[in-house]
């Protein structure tokens, strides 16, 4: 069965860094796009970033380009969100997702449990 596990999260102080993972299995990895969503405290899960099938392309929600970057490892089923310059702004519970490319969570089948950021002032 297809299983999404996130780690990496923590405390960090703004403008410090963190590097989420998103260890997959029970599925082709290559054979699917995956993205990374975040969920903040009273708000609705947005869209952070996300990776094709073969890591080539790309994209990123306007609020995190340029300071996060997403990137895959093929041998080790594994995708990653390097997050830079982190904001208080940042703090949510951070989700990845297998499915489709794109930037909304209809294009996403499979989720993992979640990691939680908290940046501090």
């Known amino acids: 069965q297809v299983r999404l596990v996130e780690s990496g999260g923590g405390l960090v102080q703004a403008g410090g860094s963190l590097t989420l993972s998103c260890a997959a299995s029970?599925?082709?990895?290559?054979?699917?796009?995956m993205g990374w969503f975040r969920q903040a405290p009273g708000k609705e899960r947005t869209f952070v970033a996300a990776?094709?099938?073969?890591?080539?392309?790309?994209v990123y929600a306007d609020s995190v380009e340029g300071r996060f970057t997403v990137s895959r490892d093929y041998a080790k089923n594994t995708m990653y969100l390097q997050m830079n310059s982190l904001k208080v702004d940042d703090t949510a519970v951070y989700y990845c997702?297998?499915?489709?490319?794109?930037?909304?969570?209809?294009?996403?089948?499979?989720w993992g449990q979640g990691t939680q950021v908290t940046v501090s002032s």
């Open positions: 997702a297998r499915g489709q490319y794109g930037r909304t969570q209809s294009h996403y089948t499979d």
């Open positions: 029970g599925y082709p990895f290559s054979k699917y796009a």
């Open positions: 990776i094709t099938m073969n890591g080539v392309m790309t």
